[in-house]
């Protein structure tokens, strides 16, 4: 059994409007030592999924159906204590914008500490120690363990951040867009550091985000979402080189090649739809180029081709 | 190295405490001149008075030197500790206010930090569960409070409580000719003041419940709040230690501010009770076109304001850290 599993998970957001279908029948799993990419346009719904497996789906979203296994428990059935006790030592996230996520009156230390503080019995003195390891650990030096968070800068607080996630030894680890809004710089020196934690630490990963080359570097297996459904399932080289959906195509087609051949790029025409009233049948089919008739009435169910776990009727 | 900082940091703040002292000094100084009337006309409403006795007089209080030459005497009285001699106590201002300042203290101090203990705690439980009905029951409770203006609400309990009730007594500060010494005299105190007192409380109160409760409401929507809660703290240390913390610090400026009354006193709350403090005072100095004593609570109550916040400014400086003390380079 993998490390996690989800299966048929739904989030909907309840509004005055109606009920708002962040998250809608997605099944996707991590297995130990595996890292997963899941990636789509802003408001697709990756951000709600992965906040789920943490229990953060606060009101007015609910969610009203499916399955998450963490190491064969259900989160989703667990005691608010069992939940908690998980966040920090069994699942560790880190979350997009840095700058907000650390608390501004608090020295970087100290909110190392506290994590390690509320799961582990150790001392005081033992913890700080720790402390100044991790913050070694993620590339800062250990003489800065007092300082505050307004003294660094933003790549170096998501590094305190990984440092805060990684404290405890996490089983899984989840990475909300954690490179966006920096340079692309520091984006390349985080990258490799989270590759260097991937492989020191053997930790499981989910990574979320909407840049594809940020996957390329760091994930052996994607899975695209398009508003609130995930679309394609594949490892990150044959999606790269074999989209099947059209959207996977459309995704990497509008993003420029280093590599590769010159080519234009094209963006996708129309807007991604409102998930209070999303289309009937394929979600995708007002903005698909290959749309027929079948498209516009039945939700198309997952098919193999070749290795690709797709969700498309153009596949026979 | 942070104490040089610090120091330099106290200084400059200090410095700018003293030039807007300064600056208070002119305007209220400049405020009792241009106020129409003659102050000696005041200060004798007999009509046997003979021109050469007011003239007399006006000499003796230099009120007969041009504008510029007042001001400097002012100044140089005014560093000797002499606030001028009160027109209707016919004692020394600062004697008289310096009289005034114990029963403010006592009873502003205590008020106030009742006010900022129940009212932070209860604002931070509105803030934290914003939209329960607890939010709503001390929400609806304290915007009440807060509208009634305090004289209203010490007029309605004097009514009920010492009027008709009559079980607290209708004013001052101790029963007249009671005898009491020791604890009976401070049990007494403590009886008449205590409507004073939960009249500023209530009023009070629900300023710091709607302060709190909005800065709480600011904090517990951040993100590193969430950051808290996946490190898999207990709701009440996130509360504590990254909500609260965070959330105190506009509440520390509007305390500071406020003690500022603790010297100053609470005119309305003073005045309805009758409560011997420098409020009441700063209420018979208007009554009593009293302009020296005026003028001389005028100024404590400046002072007592301008040190207030700089005394938030040099606490600021230590409880926020994003505040950079004197950094220079």
Partial sequence: MALLEVENLKIYYF??????????????????DETLGLIGESGCGKTTAVFAIMRFVAPPGRIVGGKIIFDGNDIITMSNEEIRLLRGKGIAMVFQAAQNALNPVMTVGKQITEVILEHERITKEESWERAKRQLELVGIGSERVKNYPHEFSGGMKQRVMIAIA???????????????????????????????????????????????????ETCGKVAVMYAGKIVEQASTVSLYENPVHPYSQALIRAYPSIKGEKRGLKSIPGAPPRLINPPIGCRFHPRCPYAVNICREEE????????????????? | MALKGFASFAIRKAIAAIITIFAIVCVNFLIFRMVPGDPIRMMFRDPRITAEQMQLVREKFGLDKPLWEQFNCYLTELFQGNLGISFWQKRPVLEVIADRIPQTLLLVVTALAIAVILGTILGAIAGWKTGTKIDSFILGISLTLYSVPTFCMGIIFLLIFAFQLAIFPLGGISTAASGLTGFGYWKDVLWHMFLPAISIVLWYG??????????????????????????????????????????????????????????????????????????????????????????GTFLVFAVAVVLANLVVDLIYGYIDPRIKVGKSE
């Fill in chain 1, 166 to 216: 990684t404290a405890c030894n996490p089983r899984l680890l989840i990475l909300d867009e954690p490179v966006t809004g920096l340079d692309v710089i520091v984006q390349r020196q985080l990258l490799t550091l989270i590759n260097k934690l991937r492989k020191e630490l053997r930790l499981p990963i989910i990574f979320i985000t909407h840049d594809l080359s940020v996957i390329a």
């Fill in chain 1, 300 to 316: 198309p169910i997952f098919r193999k081709k070749n290795g690709h776990l797709v969700a498309c009727h153009s596949i026979k």
């Fill in chain 1, 15 to 32: 509004t005055r409007e109606g009920a708002v279908k962040a998250v809608d029948d997605v099944s996707f799993s991590v297995d130990r």
């Fill in chain 2, 206 to 295: 629900g300023e710091y419940v709607l302060l709190t409760r909005s800065s709480m409401q600011d904090a517990s929507g951040q993100d590193y709040i969430t950051t808290a809660r996946a490190k898999g703290l207990k709701e009440s240390a996130v509360l504590r230690n990254h909500a609260l913390r965070n959330a105190l610090l506009p509440v520390v400026t509007i305390t500071g501010v406020n003690l500022a009354f603790a010297v100053a006193g609470i005119i309305e709350a003073e005045t309805v009770f009758s409560w011997p403090g420098v409020g009441r005072l700063v209420y018979d100095a208007v009554m009593k076109r009293d302009y020296p004593l005026l003028q």
